[in-house]
């Protein structure tokens, strides 16, 4: 424990010296300032510093709480922890991943190519731990206005061009002495190949910290990895005399409020975690329209390939507008963002037909490559 107490020291050491963090700030002209968007490419990601309030952050942490009690038991449960439907039988295209805890529910399969260190839980730990929470637009109202964040999505904008399309959203969950790794692993799937590939073409993704991060517990990141092509894992690991401790990784280490923003396509995982501390990371993500218009890929949730057409992608940005209207009826000292591709398109205001016929199984419709 003593060398990996070392790792953690130093790691962290590293992330906080990179010069890619600190609170938002835009340029005379009103854009995002460039000094932001500059790290960002550089390193892959970036640290938005308290860009969520405290009122902001109490409420997320209010619904999450009110998600864990109302989820599901475990794995094809159909009730909650107190045999009450789960809140899955109201929205049954939520997807909760559930993992045996501290193993690597994924390593070895697909993009993952490696396996973590995995670790031996407590005797009194129980067989499953809530892992992922996929939908949770249409789970938690505090996550829609979070959505609608007009400094978020002008950001989006200046990464990936004004009419940016959305990708999906997620609850990653890392609770204490019980979270699972996720191995070492790119999001990007779709584009490797392509001969316009660049350091943008598979995205990015917020991730907006609930709680404070540790070494233990945060996200790892290999700071420009993003920019290097599609990476062989397994060599890399061999080449570390087989350690899944990567000497040049830095942990996410962020305060609750922080705004992580992270290229999909930097090599990045988290290590189980045996510590006290928790982690709860709501991940949203956009991507450039010309990486997804015309791509067939496949989608997670319908588990089966689709082709993103206009409508297709039209249909699932509708969402983006639903939750700037949603956050403007509730933060009406803000201006809203103007979302381009949806400022022609009418009755998108948050109602309860809305809420209903828009927001309801949006999921089904996410844009992954």
């Avoid at 700030?25 to 390193?43: E, L, N, S």
């Avoid at 979302?339 to 089904?364: K, M, Q, S």
Wanted: glycine share 8%; net charge negative.
């Amino acid at each position: 424990m003593g060398n990996l107490s070392s790792y953690f020291e130093k790691g962290a050491e590293r992330a906080m010296s990179l010069g890619n963090r600190g609170p938002l700030r835009f340029a005379a002209d009103g854009a995002v300032h460039p000094d932001i968007i500059d790290a960002y490419w550089k390193f892959g990601f970036y640290v938005l510093e308290g860009v969520v309030d405290a009122a902001e952050v109490q409420r997320l942490q209010s619904d999450f709480a009110e998600l864990i009690d109302r989820a599901p038991a475990g794995t094809d449960a159909k009730t909650d922890h107190l045999g009450r439907p789960s809140i899955q039988t109201k929205y049954p295209t939520a997807r909760f991943q559930f993992a045996k805890p501290l193993s690597d529910p994924m390593g070895g399969i697909g993009r993952y190519q490696v396996k973590m260190e995995e670790l031996e839980s407590a005797d009194d730990a129980p067989e499953e731990t809530l892992l992922q929470v996929n939908g949770v637009l249409q789970l938690m109202r505090s996550c829609l206005h979070l959505y609608g964040h007009p400094d978020l999505l002008a950001i989006a904008a200046a990464i990936n061009g004004p009419d940016f399309v959305p990708f999906t959203d997620a609850i990653w969950v890392k609770e204490p002495g019980l979270g699972p790794a996720v191995s070492w692993h790119q999001d990007g799937m779709t584009h490797w190949d392509s001969p316009t590939l660049d350091r943008g073409t598979h995205g990015f993704n917020f991730m907006t910290q609930l709680y404070r991060t540790t070494p233990a517990s945060a996200l790892w990141i290999v700071p420009g990895t993003h920019d290097i092509g599609h990476i062989n894992i397994a060599d890399r690991i061999e080449n570390n005399d087989d350690s899944v401790f990567l000497p040049d990784a830095v942990p996410l280490l962020a305060e609750p409020g922080d705004v992580a923003v992270c290229s999909r396509q930097m090599l990045h995982g988290s290590f189980p975690n045996p510590s006290t501390d928790a982690r709860v990371t709501y991940v949203f993500g956009f991507h450039r329209r010309e990486s997804v218009v015309g791509v067939e890929a496949f989608n997670y949730v319908q588990k089966k390939e689709i082709t993103y057409d206009e409508e297709r992608i039209a249909e699932r940005s509708k969402v983006i507008a639903l939750a700037i209207d949603a956050r403007a009826q509730l933060h009406q000292d803000e201006t809203p963002y103007r979302y381009e591709p949806c400022a022609d398109v009418p009755d998108l205001t948050f109602t309860p037909e809305n809420e209903r016929d828009v927001l309801h199984g949006y999921n089904l419709k996410d844009l992954f490559i």
